[in-house]
């Protein structure tokens, strides 16, 4: 999935937060196994965000490419008179 693909994924969860928090307050208010639900999945959710975003071996990939590009690069230039 791309980049921005996941981008609008998680700003449409965001918005369905949003538009449960009504009636999850107005309805369910006394619930406490909503409470319960609630947290487990903003644990688990938080808990996998964090872990996406510890993982950069796709972005360490791209700057090991440029580093090699650029020192291909430099010995080119030492090459020419």
Same mark, same amino acid.
């Given at each position: 999935?791309s /980049?921005?693909?996941?981008?609008?994924?998680?700003?449409?969860?965001?918005i369905?937060?949003i538009? *449960?928090?009504v009636? /999850?307050i107005?309805?369910? /208010?006394?619930?406490?196994l909503?409470a319960? *639900?609630?947290?487990?999945y903003?644990?688990?959710?938080s +808990?996998?965000?964090? /872990?996406e975003?510890? +993982? +950069?071996?796709?972005?360490l990939?791209?700057?090991e490419?440029?580093e090699?590009?650029? +020192?291909d690069?430099?010995?080119?230039?030492?090459?020419?008179?």
């Amino acid at each position: 999935m791309s /980049a921005q693909k996941i981008v609008w994924f998680h700003r449409g969860r965001a918005i369905a937060w949003i538009l *449960l928090a009504v009636p /999850a307050i107005w309805w369910w /208010a006394d619930s406490i196994l909503l409470a319960i *639900l609630l947290s487990l999945y903003a644990n688990a959710v938080s +808990d996998w965000g964090a /872990a996406e975003a510890a +993982d +950069d071996s796709r972005l360490l990939a791209r700057v090991e490419h440029v580093e090699q590009k650029i +020192d291909d690069l430099i010995a080119e230039l030492r090459k020419t008179p």
